[in-house]
């Protein structure tokens, strides 16, 4: 058989068996193995699609002709075993973003994330865990949805894969139109739920949206057991990894099931397991998608398993806190980016806009700007009434735990400001090589440290750019004899403006040369709040 394809994108075939098999899903396993122009080999796992039909899905970057042959655990079934094929993949021509540059990976620098083709990629990321169920209606509301974000300039969407939080397994709000993922005694997968997951992550990447899959939420393992998931695991892994996705393990890996009765034992015993699952799936996963794990609060992914190394990205979740939050953010923050191994950082959970009734924009902008010139890799927004996905007719109600988080819907919540205020922060970010930014808290004679988290940031390249970041409540600097931006080169010379990270206004203010000591007097914005100064050098 021979198939054809295009560079970047995915490609399907299916076998079907002519031998019956009572239990197909854990009598068969099927494989691929692939050999590309370049003479390397990958394993592709085959997915189980129903009845005694398998299905393999395929991408590749390299042009020209990859041969294929089966390998089935079945060695006797001539229709799945030994059976060969070519696929012939020819150039990509369109301007799509994830086809033109590929999928992501960790730059060599092991600080930021890129697509195959060294083309930097900024992670602006959306909260949806409970996306692919039924109350993100399909197909109308997910793409509503979906257009806006990508309107603001989102990049990726963060989703479970259908094992979901703050509920108890097999809860109907967790279901699709074709039931849940996994039949009650968790014996078998259920294809039909992944045919409806299709739909609508293939309409994620068609919107240019990496899909972050989460795998399920970290209790799962207990209740499902490592081997379970590792099937699990397989199953998204051949379903999805011909997607531009990035993987991630599980939600709060390490958090005990809300009512657990030992929740100390459970926390070490699944800090084991996802460490397990972790090696099973960087083993596994033909296409070495970046691999990382959502923590619990505040702390980082590699918190979550025994061997960081496993891991390309630092995922973390730093509370909902508000103002209260800064802190143990930044802290992590900085943590983080100072441990090794070295890997980009994501905050991947910070104060949902709207959550207790707080959070509101003003805190979406701080934390987007104190992590960013902080030296994170990207940044994840949420608003509460998205990653729970309310409906009007359909409120979330309460979590295990007895009490419900709000009411608020996804679609009012999708209009809430802080999604456009933090796309506007990425926005100006993007006129700038933004990647090669480090953190120069020096470049402020007064500057955010822990004795007073709501002072400036600043970030960016010497001698090119400088970014400084203002929380609202420092107006009070502007009368401290002395506050200037410091360590200017004596021989570059800055245009400099303020820019309203609430609307993307400019206010320019003139130009900026270093004195005879190397400073410049920081002049006072146009009102009061929080403003994000930049300093871009003039040729």
């Not at 002709?65 to 021509?93: F, K, M, W």
């Not at 949420?382 to 309460?398: D, F, K, M, S, V």
């Not at 819907?409 to 209009?415: K, L, T």
Request: charged share 20%; net charge negative.
């Amino acid at each position: 058989m021979a198939y054809h394809a295009i560079q970047n994108c995915m490609t399907e075939w299916a076998y079907r068996s002519g031998t019956a098999y009572g239990d197909p899903f854990n009598e068969v396993e099927l494989d691929v193995v692939i050999t590309a122009p370049d003479g390397r080999d990958s394993r592709v796992p085959a997915f189980w699609a129903g009845e005694q039909t398998w299905r393999v899905r395929y991408a590749s970057p390299q042009v020209g002709q990859h041969h294929c042959i089966t390998v089935c655990s079945d060695p006797g079934n001539r229709d799945l075993h030994g059976q060969e094929s070519v696929v012939e993949v020819h150039p990509y021509a369109g301007e799509h973003p994830l086809y033109l540059h590929g999928p992501l990976r960790v730059e060599a620098d092991r600080r930021h994330i890129e697509h195959s083709d060294g083309t930097p990629f900024f992670w602006l990321a959306d909260t949806w865990w409970m996306g692919l169920c039924h109350r993100l209606r399909w197909p109308h509301d997910f793409r509503v949805l979906a257009a806006d974000r990508v309107a603001k300039g989102f990049t990726v969407i963060q989703i479970v894969a259908g094992l979901y939080p703050d509920m108890p397994a097999f809860d109907p709000r967790g279901a699709n139109e074709a039931g849940f993922p996994w039949e009650t005694d968790y014996r078998r997968i259920n294809p039909g739920y992944f045919d409806q997951a299709d739909l609508r992550l293939g309409a994620l990447v068609e919107a240019g949206l990496v899909p972050c899959i989460v795998g399920c939420w970290g209790y799962f393992v207990r209740w499902m057991g490592v081997e379970r998931l590792q099937q699990h695991w397989r199953y998204l892994i051949a379903r999805y990894g011909a997607y531009p996705v990035v993987w991630c393990l599980a939600g709060e890996a390490t958090m005990p099931y809300y009512r657990a009765t030992d929740p100390a034992g459970d926390r070490a015993r699944q800090r084991h397991e996802w460490t397990e699952l972790a090696a099973y799936v960087r083993h596994t996963d033909p296409f070495r998608h970046p691999l990382t794990i959502h923590p619990t609060s505040p702390a980082s992914a590699r918190d979550q398993v025994e061997d960081p190394a496993l891991l390309d990205i630092d995922m973390l979740q730093t509370g909902h806190g508000d103002r209260d939050s800064l802190a143990p953010t930044i802290e992590t923050v900085v943590r983080s980016v100072a441990s090794t191994p070295s890997m980009p950082v994501i905050n991947g959970e910070v104060c949902y806009e709207g959550i207790l009734e707080a959070s509101r924009q003003e805190i979406q902008r701080l934390m987007f700007w104190s992590c960013l010139l902080s030296g994170a890799a990207g940044h994840t927004y949420g608003a509460n009434g998205i990653w729970q996905l309310n409906t009007r007719e359909q409120p979330y109600g309460p979590s295990p735990h007895g009490f419900s988080w709000g009411d608020l819907p996804w679609d009012e919540a999708s209009r809430l400001p802080g999604s456009g205020h933090v796309a506007l922060g990425k926005q100006l970010l993007e006129r700038y090589p933004w990647w090669r930014f480090t953190p120069h808290p020096e470049w402020c004679s007064i500057h955010a440290g822990a004795e007073n988290y709501f002072r400036p940031y600043a970030a960016g390249i010497p001698g090119e750019v400088r970014v400084i970041y203002f929380p609202w409540g420092t107006g009070g600097m502007w009368r401290v004899p002395g506050f200037a931006l410091m360590a200017l080169e004596p021989d570059v010379m800055y245009r400099a403006f303020f820019y309203n990270p609430a609307t993307g206004q400019e206010h320019p203010c003139g130009t900026a040369q270093a004195d005879v000591a190397g400073a410049w007097n920081i002049p006072i914005p146009p009102i009061s709040q929080d403003w994000v100064l930049v300093l871009n050098r003039l040729v």
